[in-house]
């Protein structure tokens, strides 16, 4: 038994080494090739907006200068609305850096979570870990036909970064939070899309610490779970999942990053009808 243990805990270890460098390589590779263009047109933006000032100002002392236009070009000025031009120019290039910054942010997110862990701990901010990953998984969260967005709460307290292996943890959070809107989308079908307007989807995400610990409550009001798959659901290759949608991995390889890489420990309580909460505490 204790052989079995051992080297289905190996096969873990090598399994999520190898998933975390091909996403890691895979993320990486789209923040940097997102950054380039949109540092151009980052760049850009603010000139755009000094040459439309510049146009307008011309505009107007050109009115100023002779207020009777040719009739041709008053027809112009009215046939394009100069005037909604002028009001809405500045905003629509306004509304381009939002995007900008947007994307800007995504990349950020990006970066985060695909960060390459050395053989030695690196100080972490667990806040900037979780939200890197909700963004990631934001398609997911989104409105569909079968159901409502699901709503992200993040109720986060005040604690310090910590020592850790990042990307490992950011795919502990990665995997519980992909197996918590699972069972959101699995319970959504067994209920109206009224029913879940009236009482919404939601993962709420709890942070606090002490002297010792950092401790992570991720929740669902989901279906639940009964005592038996609870009571295997860490277990190597154990899923609930139709053949092809799931490989019972994911929280076995939760479970050996909080505990043996980082010597923290991650637990589960669950209420069938009534969701799930899985508890991690990572020590300081």
Known sequence: MQKTAALQASQLQIIQSEKLSALGNLVAGVAHEINNPIGFLGGNIQPALGYIKDLFGLLDLYQKKYPDPDPDIQEEIDNIDLAYIREDLPKLVGSMREGIKRIKDISNSLRTFSRADSDAKQTFNIHEGLD??????????????????????????????????PGQLNQVFMNILANAIDALDEASQKRSYAELQANPNRITIQTSGSEKYVKIKITDNGKGMSAEVKNKIFDHLFTTKAVGKGTGLGLAIAKQIVVEKHEGSIEVSSIIGQGSEFLILLPL
Do not use: D, M, W
């Open 132 to 165: 890197s990953t909700i963004l990631i998984l934001r398609h997911r969260l989104k409105a569909n036909e079968q159901r409502p967005e699901i709503e992200v709460v993040t109720e986060y307290g005040q604690i310090p970064p910590i020592k850790c292996f």
